[in-house]
């Protein structure tokens, strides 16, 4: 007998510990929860993507276009208020995909670079993308899944 109540003591006290921490409540149906931080004005799925896009662009983007998206001067290209990448997102999201061997002009600067194929999956290249159009000074939107749904994946060499 002690024991059981000592048990239902113990299960009381841990159900009103578990409902009293953290809350449990949820906003009333006319409440809005809003968004907050530097991606609030983004649709909820493109804010998902900014913590992959940050990554990716920290280990595969910020050797040619540095911390600051300031790229190397006459080498490789700003992604700070490019005008080439804010002209055409779905080109960046190819180019990203891809790599692309085409000359561009950049700001009223020429590069010849070629740049290399970066990311594997659409994905991650409209991931990165939103990230660069949404830091480094920029804030140009984004675009979706669904505007690059028609790419080509280039097969890569081995």
Do not use: W
């Not at 841990?14 to 530097?38: E, H, N």
């Amino acid at each position: 007998m002690k024991k059981s109540v000592l048990f239902l003591i113990t299960l009381f006290s841990i159900s009103v510990f578990l409902t009293s921490c953290g809350g449990g409540s949820q906003p009333a149906a006319d409440q809005t929860v809003k968004a907050t931080g530097p991606y609030a004005d983004l649709p909820a799925d493109i804010q998902a993507m900014m913590p992959r896009g940050e990554e990716i662009y920290k280990t595969k983007c910020t050797v040619c276009h540095q911390t600051t998206g300031l790229g190397i001067e006459n080498v490789f290209p700003p992604l700070a208020k490019a005008d080439y990448l804010l002209a055409d997102k779905v080109r960046a999201v190819a180019q990203t995909l891809n790599g692309s061997k085409l000359d561009m002009m950049v700001n009223g600067k020429l590069y010849t670079q070629e740049m290399l194929p970066q990311v594997d999956t659409k994905e991650d290249a409209v991931a990165v993308i939103n990230y660069v159009l949404n830091n480094f000074g920029n804030k140009d939107g984004f675009v979706t899944l669904a505007e690059v749904q028609g790419l080509e994946i280039k097969p890569r060499k081995k």
